[in-house]
């Protein structure tokens, strides 16, 4: 239950993010512009609406996933075994973490019904490259759930690095995960575990809808 549960928060997360602008904006001006095109486009969506996991996942390459900073997230989530890595398992723990993320959470995008998001203003000076944008996620049934980006200022724009939804940190998650996997069987074992998953992932075409 927990799972499905954090799956479904997650995507509300990533549904609410951006894929392009023009110009170099504030992280909350950024993500509330954009916010109510990206809900729109879900739910005129039939093929997303149907459960097409191809459409979902082509939705969040194209739209979503140019925010996050899957770099500076993977050496978060590795921790202190990030330093133990080499430059070709760096390379192949980012893109699989990537993947794994992408193939997690496409499903529930096919959930997407009547959610709404509020922003909380930021105090943002010309200074600040690291921030913390809070919003909170509403829906037609449920409790408010808060939603907070960690967010840093690149070259390229603002970037999300973490996700904390309902105060539990995406990055701290899954570097439990990946430390108890670490331990079985190394970063190696790691980078084998993390392909067999997502090809099992990937195998899947429709989402599966639970009653």
């Known amino acids: ?28 001006v950024l993500a509330k512009t954009v916010t109510e095109d990206v ?37 978060l989530v590795m921790g202190r075994h990030w330093a133990q890595a080499t430059s070709e398992q760096r390379r192949a ?13 496409t499903a529930s995008l096919t959930l997407y019904r009547d959610q709404t998001i509020d922003y909380r203003p930021l105090k943002l000076t010309p200074r600040d490259t690291d921030v913390i944008v809070k919003s909170v996620v509403r829906q037609a049934r449920g409790e408010p759930i ?24 995406l990055v701290e998650t899954y570097r439990s995960a990946f430390s108890a996997e670490i331990e079985r069987s190394d970063i190696e074992g790691l980078i084998k575990a993390l392909a067999a998953k997502n090809r099992a992932l990937g195998g899947k075409k429709k989402a599966t809808v639970q009653t």
């Open 39 to 75: 809900l729109a486009s879900l739910r005129a969506s039939k093929e997303i609406n149907a459960g097409d996991l191809g459409k979902a996942a082509e939705l969040i390459e194209i739209k979503i996933l140019p925010h996050f900073n899957f770099p500076t997230m993977t050496r």
């Open 146 to 169: 808060s939603v907070d980006y960690a967010m840093e200022k690149t070259e390229s724009g603002w970037k999300v690095y973490d996700v904390k939804l309902a105060g539990i940190s």
């Open 93 to 105: 723990l980012t893109s699989e973490f990537r993947t794994l993320l992408v193939r997690t959470y």
């Open 1 to 28: 239950m927990r799972n499905s549960l954090y799956s479904l928060l997650l995507t509300c997360v990533l549904a609410v993010l951006p894929a392009h602008a023009a110009e170099v904006m504030a992280p909350d």
